[in-house]
């Protein structure tokens, strides 16, 4: 088996054993430092009895993410570091908002204007850092398309929608951890496709020499890809309905830093809206509820985001778990086509 390949699945893994592994000890301690949901009045009545729920529990995914990568990345680190960084950062922000919350006893936690202020920063940084990155720059795949400088705001653009709607999927046990697994797997799948099947003796040297370095790059982002399936995954035996704990804001930024790094690392940010159809159909369904109530005094959906919507309809966590996750797997595959005939 391909060493890349090999990797890709034992980071997938170890991610899913280390979180599913640490369940048993964060759980408990989070019952001791009695840091529980604060369920917010204003949404479905059925969440009420999540009151007290353990939250936090995206530390879980966090420290698998992190072990897996770095232990199966084998110094492939030119991209990785970047993806580690993202998402370490920004489930910075989500521990504190989420720990506001516990210790103000609201459901409430960090201002408005401090949570955009804080997007706006870590993605400014980080939309200058992949601009001048020798693997990255401001090229964007199946377009071929140069964007020059206005790869900033673009990039700022999409690491704070895919950061804000993966943190919106997050109303449902085990809602956010099926999808963005799905998604985490296509996109390492999409990345071992172009890997594997790169040749670069059509190239001239110096553009192959900068073109094998990028494949490495690759190879460790394609690790952190399994990586954090397999972390979510393994939050899943706890997070499933019903749920024994919560990822709370610092697992859903977590896995909103990471989704948006495999976005704009592996230059693949025009197939984020397919494969992640379900995160942007969940932001669409709030603006447009916003919008709508703003305007008319009328409300499209019986709640925002969408998913309670179908929960306020009388569907189960469940059914709307599978549904989310059926729906993304074939998005993925459809991704997945277009990308082979494109690249």
Aim: contains cysteine.
């Amino acid at each position: 088996m391909n060493t890349i390949v090999l990797n890709s699945l034992l980071a997938l893994i170890v991610a899913f054993g280390v979180a599913a592994l640490l369940g048993p000890l964060v759980i408990p301690a989070l019952h001791r430092l009695k840091f529980g949901q604060q369920v917010r009045d204003d949404g479905p009545k059925t969440h009420l009895k999540k009151q007290n729920t353990p939250t936090m529990g995206g530390v879980m995914i966090l420290v698998a993410i992190l072990a897996a990568t770095l232990i199966f990345s084998h110094k492939s680190y030119s991209l990785t570091v970047w993806a580690l960084l993202m998402t370490v950062l920004f489930g910075l922000v989500g521990f504190l908002d989420d720990f506001i919350k516990i210790v103000k006893k609201r459901s409430l936690g960090l201002r408005a204007w401090q949570k955009i202020a804080a997007q706006f920063i870590l993605s400014l940084g980080f939309a200058i850092a992949l601009y001048f990155h020798p693997s990255v720059g401001s090229t964007i795949w199946l377009t071929k398309l140069d964007m020059g400088i206005f790869f900033i705001p673009y990039a700022m653009f999409v690491i704070i929608a895919i950061v804000n709607s993966v943190n919106l999927i997050d109303g449902v046990d085990g809602l956010s951890s099926s999808v963005t697994a799905v998604y985490s797997l296509a996109t390492g799948v999409l990345i071992l496709l172009y890997v594997l099947t790169f040749n670069g003796d059509a190239l001239e040297p110096e553009a192959a020499v900068l073109a094998a370095s990028a494949q490495d790059g690759l190879s460790g982002l394609s690790v952190f890809a399994f990586a954090t399936a397999g972390a979510c995954m393994g939050f899943l035996v706890h997070n499933t309905y019903p749920a024994k704990v919560f990822m709370g804001d610092l697992g859903a930024f977590t896995l909103g830093g990471a989704v948006a790094a495999m976005a704009l690392l592996s230059r693949t940010s025009l197939l984020m809206p397919l494969i992640g159809i379900l995160y942007v159909a969940t932001s669409v369904s709030v603006i447009l509820q916003v919008g709508s109530y703003k305007l008319r005094k009328k409300r499209i959906f019986r709640m925002a985001p969408l998913h309670h919507h179908f929960e306020l309809g009388g569907t189960p966590e469940t059914k709307i778990v599978s549904m989310y996750t059926l729906v993304t797997a074939i998005a993925s595959a459809c991704a997945l086509i277009i990308f082979w005939l494109c690249k």
